[in-house]
């Protein structure tokens, strides 16, 4: 594999920026354009986790000065020799020192490319270096707690132990199906079962918790609706905890659909405060409400008000059916008034509904238990490794319908042979899953996704 070389800060003024370099060359190319001060070996000559400080000069001109960290294979972040050079953190200073090294016959290294490499020799598992790229863009502390477990190889193990219970069961299968006539004990039914079964009920587990690790890692994209003065301004100020969105006791006001991220417990909510649904004449505000049905439609949480002081009318009840089968929770808002709104008419259309007052900001701690209970965080611990993304998630999916496909084959006196093959096409998921049997196209679209530098 070539050499190559990036800058693995961001592309901004800052403290220090670090370039990396790796691959047989790494050495080399460090030789070329570092002059060591603090001690007289070159970076060739320097031991695995040892540092020098030194200038980095092209020509003869010093262009930086900085400090120099070597790992040498399999010792490093990608298994091979790399050298890591701290400099000051300027954009043109950290861009001219980059082109140094790649104008040494260095090649600048593509999205992920060290990331790939690290996988690539072993270093880590897929799921692993998904982890990595989950690392860097938690905005959460159960995000991250996720991804970390995700990185110390949480799921990895958990995909693993369904995945050796099931060669175990092909190995067996096998030797009964070839040797027949040989002294192998036959493979009984029920053991085929058993194994399928546990295999089945962990990866429902898994599955089930994917919703949830989702919804803590990219937060719930959350939609505000109800009818013009029901108080969405005043609870979405209440949740954002500033004047974002204008109050007013105008009906129609909020024209435009308003962003904002508040954090609820574990859970990011990205709300959008949206024009009342409700039929206008006035155009102007048409368009904000034909994108108030659109962000409906889009939401994975509805956040749906009504105002109990006064009664129910037929807008409410539209709105209610539109809830019906969604995440939608229903927010019975003005709670300090006299109570004129027979919720029961349309509760049936909710999960769950919660009185508050968000004028008072009295009722948001029940909301937070409400939006927690709605993901199912109360089973849910970051670290007991989940699936983090939809490629995860299909692969385990696929595995699952696999088994069961070969559990009811069974049970419909198919031959060991037929449920051979569905065990194993479900297995073959599982490796995928880990990447340790994973075709190029995947691997290249996963570290895709990566940043330059990573
Ligand atoms: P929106 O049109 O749904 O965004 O409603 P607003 O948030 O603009 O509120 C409409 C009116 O209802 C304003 O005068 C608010 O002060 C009032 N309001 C909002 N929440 C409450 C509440 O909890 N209690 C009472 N009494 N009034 C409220």
Redesign the pocket.
Known sequence: MSTVAAISTPRAQGGISVIRISGEDALSAADRIFKPISRKALPSEMEGYSCAYGNIVSGGEVLDDGVLTVFRAPKSYTGEDVVEISCHGGIFVTEQILRLILSGGVNAAGAGEFTKRAFLNGKMSLTQAEAVMDIISADGSAGLRCAESLREGALFRRIKKVSDGMLKLLGSLAAWVDYPDDDIPAVEEYEISAVLEAGIADLDKLLNSYESGRIVREGADTAIV???????????NLLAGCDR?????T????RDVVEESVRLGDIVLRLS?TA?IHDTDDTVESIGVDRARKKLDAADLILA?F?V?SEITAEDRELAERCRGRNAIAVL?????EQRFDFSEISDCFRDSVT?????GEGLERLVSAVEKLYGMSGFAPDMGVLANERQRSCAERARLCFREALDALKAGATFDAVTILIDDGENSLLELTGEKTSEAVVDEVFSRFCVGK
């Open positions: 109800g009818r013009p003065n029901v108080g969405k301004s005043t609870l979405m969105s204008i109050v007013s006791d009906a129609g006001t909020t405060d009342g008000v105002d002081g808002n003005k709670s300090d008034l508050v007052s968000a004028e008072k």
